[in-house]
């Protein structure tokens, strides 16, 4: 008994490293490039169009290989296509800081955001699949690894490329990245021995698949709420009947501008700094830093608050009021106080937990919590990959940041009335009833 308990205990410690190093690499690559944009602008010319595009890549990636990835998945293996999207990163990251020009640097970019957008699909079920029995545990472990992820690179991109160079700034986190390959590798050769061994002599137990499946089941609903795109394909049929929900657009539009204004500040809020409050590059990228770190705790407080207290209205309304707080300080006192705006802009991060948590809680079945997440993310990607490329493309007709920064405000504004639908306490399937009849 001991021999065979040995080998599990020591791919579950494998997994765990393997997990939080990819959790840490699939934010730090979103959050890393930014802060020495000018750096790079030194060396060869960014436009705001490269700048837009990069930004947009994100949410692109994100949609596209969240629906081709669990096909791989299906085809080839979780741990195999781990190791192919880890890969995917790590060179790409390092592709990034050899870059000669906008276009190398956009195609590096766009390398690392499609290793992004496999891993963020594949990182929850990795956590269920080995952590069964410690589900929420890893949950909240690599989702703050995440969190801690977004706020780390800027806080030091900026004194590295100083001190080092753009590249080296770039560069390094590829490392962290090729690094988390070592855990998956070692893995995927442990259990290839492993299965070679056991081929000749291996038997089920009566009632052990059952047992397998029934626990699957049990922590479906934990999984869906961890991130994006689930890898179960959607039933066609509840799909369809989601275009007809008032509930399932409101989610989505909750949704489309938490990524808008994650995906929009992580490309352009270093350079807003700079031109609209009068920054150091240094000081902009510490306060990018700021806007990150304030997603922490909403990452821990929000889904409790929820699930919890049935507090979905009060969060939203108030992620709404701190991003209109930071918003009109920035349009109006730039120059005073702009690590408080900076802090009030980054509570609206309060909105993307929220949006995770009802993708599970407006859904009675794992099926139909399937097909919302499907509906709802691949709806507000395609919102949140216009918004970058949009930006820069006002500032460069206005030479301004006013029209941008008032287009933000819009986008908070203009999601309130969904803010106020996703706030009803009933499930998709109540609210098709309502409407046509029975589910």
């Excluded at 499946?213 to 689930?230: K, V, Y």
């Excluded at 920035?330 to 995770?356: C, E, K, N, S």
Aim: aromatic content about 10%; proline content about 7%.
């Amino acid at each position: 008994m001991t021999s065979r308990a040995q080998p599990l205990w020591r791919g579950r410690a494998l997994a765990l490293i393997g997990i939080v190093l990819v959790a840490f690499s699939l934010r730090s690559a979103v959050a890393s490039l930014s802060p020495v944009i000018d750096h790079i602008a030194e060396e060869f010319t960014v436009s705001s169009v490269v700048v837009g595009l990069i930004g947009a890549a994100p949410p692109v990636c994100f949609a596209v290989f969240g629906l081709l990835t669990p096909m791989f998945e299906r085809r080839f293996g979780l741990e195999r296509v781990a190791v192919v999207a880890i890969g995917l990163i790590a060179a790409g990251l390092l592709l990034r800081g050899l870059a000669v020009d906008s276009t190398s640097l956009l195609a590096a970019t766009a390398v690392v955001f499609a290793g992004v957008g496999s891993g963020n699909v594949l990182l929850p079920p990795l956590v269920k699949k080995y952590f069964p029995d410690r589900l929420g545990l890893m949950m909240t472990v690599y989702s703050t690894t995440m969190a801690v992820s977004t706020f780390v690179p800027p806080l030091v991109a900026v004194p590295i490329a100083d001190s080092a160079g753009w590249r080296v700034s770039l560069g390094l986190w590829g490392v962290f990245a090729a690094i988390a390959l070592v855990p998956w590798v070692a893995m995927l050769l442990a259990h290839r021995t492993d299965a070679v061994a056991a081929a000749p002599t291996t038997s089920r137990t009566p009632g052990s698949s059952d047992a397998a499946e029934a626990a699957d089941e049990s922590f479906d609903a934990a999984s869906m709420a961890t991130g994006p795109i689930a890898t179960t394909p959607a039933n066609p049929r509840v799909f369809g009947r989601l275009w007809r929900l008032p509930m399932a657009w409101s989610i989505a539009l909750v949704f489309a501008s938490s990524s808008t204004i994650a995906y929009v500040s992580f490309a352009w809020l270093p350079t807003i700094m700079i031109d609209v409050g009068g920054v150091s590059p240094a000081n902009a990228g510490l306060l990018l830093s700021l806007f990150g770190l304030m997603g922490l705790p909403c990452s821990l407080l929000v889904p409790i608050l929820i699930v919890r207290f049935q507090a979905t209205r009060p969060v939203f309304f108030s992620a709404i009021a701190s991003g209109l707080v930071g918003l009109s300080g920035m349009l109006f006192f730039p120059t005073v106080g702009m690590p408080l705006w900076v802090a009030f802009f980054g509570l609206a991060a309060a909105l993307f937990p929220l949006a995770l948590v009802l993708l599970s809680i407006r859904a009675r079945t794992p099926e139909s919590a399937v097909a919302l997440s499907g509906f709802v993310q691949s709806i507000g990607y395609a919102v949140a990959a216009v918004f970058p490329l949009l930006i820069g493309l006002l500032h460069d007709a206005t030479d301004s940041w006013l029209i941008p920064l008032w287009l933000l405000v819009g986008v908070l504004i203009a999601v309130i009335p969904a803010g106020w639908i996703a706030g009803r306490r009933r499930t998709i399937e109540e609210d098709w009833e309502r409407r046509h009849g029975r589910w």
